[in-house]
């Protein structure tokens, strides 16, 4: 087995996977070269330095800093500064693996390969692996003003609320839409916090921005049509996605591979007040990402099962006739934090053991 094949193997242990594929054995091999795949094979997904990496792969450790830095500015692997020491991670499919190296636009004939190669390996098996476990990595989260006058309003449905403990925002291109290049929606969309933020705007993959920009940004996409997701949890916010249905994994995961658990829909869906509705066709013809409203008659209907609960169909209703209800039943709440997430994902896929083996490793 060779080194690519070893580290294809490592990645896969993490809850996002790396199935086998040779489109992704030509994606390893265009990101990493051989040194460093070897000195790859000696981190973890937690961050380690650069002298234990080094005890581990027999390499030199002026080399394997020498390597590291390098993957690092090409944002394949994760690097974090604790008590005046660096260390180094690997880090997973998606995101990081797929994003990250595109999130300064690409425009390169690499960048370029590297976008038809994605494609290929989200059909062949990445889209189904991301979607595989019962829980969600990701979820939606609805136009803040659609629920904000609602009782029931939960604190992680609630962006302006959750970034209000966020230290660092980011701002970076949206690797599906530059990778896939469906649509002319807005890239500069992609927003990234905290230790993830840091480490994208040190090596000059995204740049820094305010919380006001952030929530700007957030307008922007409202706008444009995107649908919000995040990860699916309820502690912190690790990114803002801003998705469109043609180019964008997580909604791609639903509307084109028909993947039951691409993502966690909110707590809400949306309502039309019939006797209110004109029959404009906007929310059916510009707003809904998933095909969930229907015009029949002279009036618009939801299919509430169909509906992700985004809002955007609200924010421009002419007659104010769509409104967002919370969901009988409720949904299953996420998990509490990022950690208890991953390892309910991992486990349902039976990998648990795995992973714990290669956060410690």
């Not at 920009?213 to 706008?223: F, I, Q, S, T």
């Amino acid at each position: 087995m060779d080194n690519y094949e070893k580290l294809r193997e490592l990645l896969h242990r993490h809850p996002s996977g790396a199935p086998k594929s040779e489109a992704f054995d030509e994606i390893l091999r265009l990101l990493f070269t051989p040194e460093e795949v070897r000195v790859a094979l000696g981190m973890g997904f937690a961050p380690r330095s650069a002298q234990r990496i080094a005890a581990v792969t027999e390499v030199p450790e002026d080399e394997v800093l020498r390597h590291c830095e390098a993957m690092a500015n090409k944002g394949i692997v994760f690097s974090r500064e604790k008590d005046g020491v660096v260390g180094y991670a690997l880090l997973p499919t998606i995101p990081g693996l797929f994003e990250f190296p595109l999130m300064t636009g690409g425009g390169t004939p690499m960048h370029e390969r590297l976008g038809e190669l994605w494609e290929q390996y989200h059909g062949e098996g990445m889209g189904a692996e991301f979607a595989g476990s019962a829980t969600p990595l990701t979820r939606i989260v609805p136009v803040e003003e659609t629920i904000a006058r609602a009782v029931e309003v939960l604190p992680y449905e609630v962006l302006s609320k959750m970034m209000e403990q966020t230290k660092t925002f980011a701002l970076a291109q949206c690797a599906c839409r530059v990778s896939v290049g469906a649509c002319a929606q807005p890239q500069d969309v992609c927003l990234i916090f905290d230790a993830t933020g840091d480490f994208l705007i040190q090596r000059g993959l995204a740049k820094p921005i305010t919380r006001a920009e952030a929530e700007r940004v957030l307008r922007r996409a409202e706008e444009a049509g995107l649908v919000h997701t995040t990860n699916n949890s309820q502690d912190r916010l690790n990114f803002i996605c801003n998705c469109c249905p043609c180019c964008c994994t997580v909604l791609r995961g639903l509307v084109q591979l028909k993947l039951p658990n691409a993502f966690a829909k909110s707590r809400w869906q949306a309502e039309v007040d019939q006797e209110e509705c004109i029959g404009c066709g906007v929310c059916e013809d510009e707003r809904c990402p998933v095909g969930a409203i229907k015009v029949e008659g002279v009036t618009a209907n939801v299919n509430p099962q169909r509906c992700i609960g985004c809002g955007l169909c609200v924010t421009t209703c002419p007659s104010d006739a769509v409104r967002m209800l919370l969901r009988d039943p409720l949904p299953a709440e996420p998990p509490a934090s990022v950690a208890e997430m991953g390892i309910k994902a991992v486990a349902e896929k039976g990998r648990l053991d795995d992973f714990l083996g290669a956060m410690g490793r």
